[in-house]
């Protein structure tokens, strides 16, 4: 059977000529940034792609196709609409099935990047283990994708609303290489440190291209993170968040928000909390991504 796929021209070109491609996530745009910022940030980091000479291929089930690349009008449905489902490894074949439209996490970007001979992709930060997953088990199916499918993941760490060392633990369990960019301490998303050794670090992209292959030499399933720092000027430090980030938790607590709503939940709060600083840092970190993924992508080719 046919692959549901559907290209943008400007990626089918790209795969045609073989030029280096970065693959972009669609829930930061519906569930990770309000309007109109999300549609901004969404344009921005494309074009960070191409400056960087990598074409963007933004990722999204449109319809029940999987779309990669999508155009600026698709991108703005996208940025306006309510009650898009969030899609990640369980929904995706549902929703392409069921013919509905939906925007795809890290997990199910990361499945379709794949099917699309896409090995880069771009992020905000993955998704981990929540705090208290102890006792929810709420621990993000990111973690898993990263453990099977061979894409590398450019993110800036994990969002410090998870259980940072409970997610490296379970990432370090299921094989995947951690690796922070130009610096031993891993990152927090906003904030430049989490107070935690990066498992692995690299200091150029070449060098993180050649460990991916070399995974693939050696028979290794499985995808890769690279932590990227924020850029210093755009961090909001540990210290600032952590009464924010304890706040919204005790929020979503309260409010018994569960399982997929609990990130956007927090990220909205968080927002209103830091009066817009967070998004505006959240922003500089995604391009700073999209600039770092670029250069992978263009390493991987040689
Ligand atoms: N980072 C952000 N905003 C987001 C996400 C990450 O700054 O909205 C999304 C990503 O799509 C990630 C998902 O895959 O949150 C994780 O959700 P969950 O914890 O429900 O798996
Ligand atoms: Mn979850």
């Not at 709503?261 to 995604?286: D, H, M, Y």
């Amino acid at each position: 059977m046919k692959l549901p796929l559907a290209y943008s021209a400007e990626v089918t070109e790209a795969l045609a000529k073989g030029r280096p491609i970065v693959a972009l996530e669609s829930t930061i745009i519906t569930h990770g940034m309000p309007y109109p910022q999300n549609l901004e940030t969404a344009r921005l980091i494309e074009n960070e792609v191409r400056a960087g000479g990598a074409t963007p291929a933004t990722i999204a089930v449109m319809g029940g196709e999987i779309r990669v690349g999508l155009d600026d009008e698709t991108l703005e449905t996208l940025a306006q609409a309510d009650n898009v489902m969030k899609l990640s490894r369980a929904d995706l074949a549902f929703a392409v099935a069921g013919g509905h439209t939906g925007a795809t996490t890290v997990a199910a970007t990361m499945i379709c990047a794949r099917l699309a001979g896409i090995s880069v992709f771009a992020t905000g930060g993955i998704g981990g283990v929540h705090r208290g997953a102890e006792t929810t088990f709420d621990i993000s199916a990111d973690l898993e994708e990263l453990a099977q499918t061979p894409v590398i993941v450019v993110g800036a760490g994990a969002k410090a609303i998870l259980d940072l060392p409970k997610t490296l633990e379970i990432l370090e369990t299921r094989g995947v290489p951690v690796v922070t960019y130009r610096q031993d301490d891993f990152p927090a998303f906003w904030s430049r440190s989490s107070g935690l050794p990066s498992p692995l670090r690299a200091d150029s992209a070449a060098g993180i291209a050649a460990s991916f292959k070399m995974r693939e030499t050696l028979d290794l399933e499985g995808g890769m993170l690279v932590a990227n720092p924020i850029p210093e000027s755009a961090e909001i430090p540990a210290a600032t968040l952590k009464p924010v980030i304890e706040q919204a938790i005790a929020e979503a607590e309260a409010q018994n928000i569960a399982a997929k709503s609990v990130t956007p939940f927090l990220l909205q709060r968080i927002f209103e909390l830091t009066k817009g600083k967070s998004l505006a840092a959240n922003i500089a970190l995604v391009q700073n991504n999209a600039r770092l993924a670029a250069e992978i992508a263009k390493a991987m080719q040689s």
